[in-house]
C-alpha cells in the first residue's frame, strides 16, 4: 500500500508525530474485508477520511484498487461507503477481472464491490476473452451475479464471422445469449439481416428476428450479387 493520508499534526514532539503516522499508514494498508473478500488500494497520492458512516479516499495518479480477481487502474478513484464498498473511477479507466476473462477500458466507471456491478461511460469497450468477442458502447452496465451485459449508445458487437450494431443490447454471457434493439444489424460473413429484435446465439450462430424483418442473402458461387428477403412489420424469422 502507498499514499500519503492527510492528517491534522499531532501535539508532542517529532517523536511521536513520526510514531502516529506509521501506526496510521499501516491502519490504511491493511485489507478491508467485505464477505471474506481482500480489498487493497493505493496511489501516488492519497487523502481519506475514515470516521464511521463518513467513510471517503481519493487517491490520485496511478490510482489502483484490487479485490479478489478484478484489478481496477484509472487516473482517479474515489472510495466511498462503509468499507468503501464503492468506486468512482476517472480517466484513462483499465479492468481485468482474471476469473472471467474481461477486460473493460472506459473513461468512467462506477463500481459497487458489494453487488458485484459496474458501469462505464465514455467509449467502453469489454473484451470477453472466454467467448472470444468485443463489445463496444457509450455505456455498458455488467451484473456479475446475473452473468448479464446491458449495452446502450452505438452498440458495437464483434465475434468471428459476426458483426452486429443497435442501440441497445442485452449479452447473458453463461448462455451465450445476445438481444439487440434499436435497429439491430447483423452481418454473418457476406449475409445482412435487419429486424425490430434481433435474438443470437453466440455458440452455434443461429438466430431469430422479429418486426419488419429483412435479410440480404449471398447464394455461393453469386459474386457480389445476393438473393434479397424481407418479411412485414410484426413477422418473425430464424
Not at 499508514?25 to 464511521?52: H, I, N
Request: hydrophobic letters at 45%; aromatic letters at 6%.
Amino acid at each position: 500500500m502507498s499514499g500519503r493520508p492527510t492528517r491534522n499534526k499531532p501535539a508532542g514532539g517529532p517523536a511521536l508525530a513520526a510514531l502516529l503516522l506509521l501506526a496510521s499508514a499501516a491502519a490504511l494498508a491493511a485489507p478491508l474485508p467485505l464477505a471474506g473478500e481482500t480489498f487493497t488500494y493505493a496511489g501516488d497520492a492519497m487523502s481519506t477520511t475514515l470516521a464511521s458512516g463518513a467513510e471517503h479516499a481519493l487517491l490520485k495518479g496511478n490510482a489502483r484498487i484490487e479485490a479478489a480477481d478484478m484489478r481496477i487502474t484509472a487516473e482517479e478513484i474515489e472510495l466511498f461507503g462503509k468499507d468503501f464498498i464503492y468506486a468512482l473511477c476517472r480517466g484513462a479507466v483499465h479492468v481485468v477481472d482474471a476469473k472471467r476473462g474481461i477486460e473493460l477500458t472506459a473513461k468512467e466507471l462506477f463500481y459497487n464491490r458489494r453487488d458485484k456491478i459496474a458501469r462505464v461511460t465514455g467509449n467502453a469497450v469489454m473484451i470477453d476473452l472466454k467467448n472470444e468477442m468485443v463489445v463496444k458502447g457509450g455505456f455498458i452496465e455488467d451484473r456479475d451475479a446475473e452473468g448479464l451485459t446491458i449495452v446502450q449508445i452505438g452498440v458495437r458487437i464483434l465475434k468471428k464471422d459476426l458483426v452486429c450494431r443497435a442501440e441497445f443490447a442485452r449479452y447473458w454471457r453463461d448462455k451465450k445469449l445476445l438481444e439487440l434493439s434499436g435497429m439491430p444489424f447483423v452481418r454473418r460473413k457476406n449475409d445482412q439481416y435487419q429486424a425490430a429484435r434481433i435474438v443470437v446465439d453466440l455458440d452455434t450462430e443461429a438466430m431469430t428476428f422479429e418486426g419488419d424483418v429483412k435479410g440480404s442473402l449471398e447464394s455461393p458461387g453469386s459474386g457480389q450479387g445476393g438473393q434479397e428477403a424481407a418479411v412485414e412489420a410484426g413477422g418473425s424469422g430464424r
